[in-house]
């Protein structure tokens, strides 16, 4: 009895594994219609879809003036008024004052060098000029003394009271007076030459400025010696090197083929490679009328309109010939991108741009043709990137790679 009602607890495992197939293939026919609704959802929003190759151009800041632009040339900025100032004397350098960089006016002392020596010659010819003058007082007074004997004797022998001897004697010293005099005048002639000399001398061992100007080197410092020529042994020439800023000009090498794009007082635009966010107004000043036959070029200068004091001598430059002068309004930068990158979608114009490894389609507001290229009034800043030439297929949130990517 008891082994009957163990026979009751077996379990019959055809029925169960019959049960369990039933339902696997149950569950089985509701998951492939959703895993089919949720690839095609995937596959439209474009996260299944493969990717597609494109081409990417960055949104940048363009001039107006690059539509204009007949040539472009590269060259430096450079001081048409510059000097390198020394002394007309050899001396120890005892004074200076100034550095790079400090602004110097016309005749301003900016050197010195020991000049005890040449102070003390001057000294002499004063003393010197000071006796020469008092010796010319002295004359004087002997030759208005003789004149008026010379005068009293002059009347005695009229009157016959004195010998034509004694007559004679006055008139001699009255001469010898006069000359004397003369003599006393030359030598304090001479004695005034001698201590202008002296002046030129003591002036020459004050180095002045030429002309108004910057100090852009300084070469040598207190204790050095400074000569004209500087060809002794550890002497300096130049004290200091200067350069009128006012002066600043570009000096481009235009090649010999594309000269004829240039003439002068032709606008043009410069831009410095240190200060790469601003442009500057210019006009051609001189075009030099000889050719470097090595480079074939012919060196063009061009003058900037306005001033600055960020422009230095010897920065680097690039200047674009322009065939006619910029509005008010031309001389901002505009936000541009390749006309290719611009599309009708919709209805309105939109760009695709890349973020991450998909595109989004970005509406955006277009100005003026920039050459071959189009301004975007909004939508998208500098920097950014954008698809180019971009095929029907991509659309919002399209997958995409670069060529060889």
């Known amino acids: 009895m008891a082994e009957e009602d163990l026979s009751k607890l077996k379990i019959d495992k055809t029925r169960a594994s019959f049960g369990h197939s039933r339902r696997r293939r149950k569950l089985l026919w509701l998951l492939v219609p959703l895993l089919a609704l949720l690839g095609a959802g995937l596959y439209a929003t474009g996260l299944l879809a493969p990717a597609v190759e494109v081409e990417l151009a960055t949104v940048s800041q363009v001039y107006p003036s690059q539509a204009l632009t007949l040539l472009n040339a590269s060259g430096y900025v450079v001081a048409q008024r510059k ?7 050899t001396g120890r350098l005892e004074w200076l004052g100034v550095e790079e960089g400090s602004p ?39 030759q208005h003394e003789a004149e008026l004997n010379f005068r009293r004797f002059e009347d005695l022998l009229a009157d016959g009271i004195i010998a034509r001897a004694e007559f004679d004697q006055a008139e001699a010293r009255h001469l010898q007076a006069r000359a004397a005099v003369r003599a006393a005048q030359a030598t304090v ?116 309109i306005e001033k600055d004091p960020k422009i230095l001598p010897e920065m680097s430059a ?29 209805g309105q114009q939109v760009v695709f741009q890349l973020a991450g490894e998909q595109v989004t ?45």
Request: hydrophobic share 45%.
């Open 361 to 405: 389609a970005t509406p955006v507001k277009t100005g003026d043709e920039i050459g071959d290229m189009l301004e975007i009034l909004n939508g998208v800043q500098a920097g950014q990137k954008v698809v180019i030439r971009p095929l029907d297929k991509i659309k919002d949130g399209s997958r995409v790679r670069l060529p060889g990517g």
């Open 318 to 346: 690039r200047v674009a010939f322009l065939e006619r002068a910029l509005t008010v309004a031309e001389h901002r930068p505009r936000t541009a991108v390749s006309r290719t990158a611009v599309v009708h979608r919709d």
């Open 83 to 89: 000097a390198s100032v020394a002394s007309k004397v």
């Open 104 to 142: 110097v006016t016309e005749g301003q002392v900016i050197a010195r060098l020991e000049n005890r020596d040449v102070q003390a010659a001057l000294s002499q010819a004063t003393a010197e000029l000071q006796r020469a003058r008092t010796e010319v007082a002295r004359t004087r007074a002997e």
């Open 189 to 304: 002639k001479a004695a005034g030459a001698a201590r202008q000399g002296a002046e030129v001398a003591l002036d020459y061992t004050q180095i002045r400025a030429p002309f108004n100007a910057v100090v852009l080197t300084k070469n040598a410092d207190i204790g050095d010696i400074v000569t004209p020529i500087g060809a002794a042994a550890e002497a300096k020439a130049a004290v200091v090197n200067i350069a009128d800023l006012d002066s600043l000009q570009v000096e481009a090498d235009v090649s010999e083929s594309n000269l004829e794009k240039v003439r002068v007082g032709q606008p043009c635009e410069i831009q410095l490679d240190a200060l790469p966010e601003r442009r500057f107004a210019g006009a051609v000043h001189m075009i030099v009328p000889t050719a470097d036959r090595t480079k074939a070029t012919v060196l063009v200068k061009v003058r900037f």
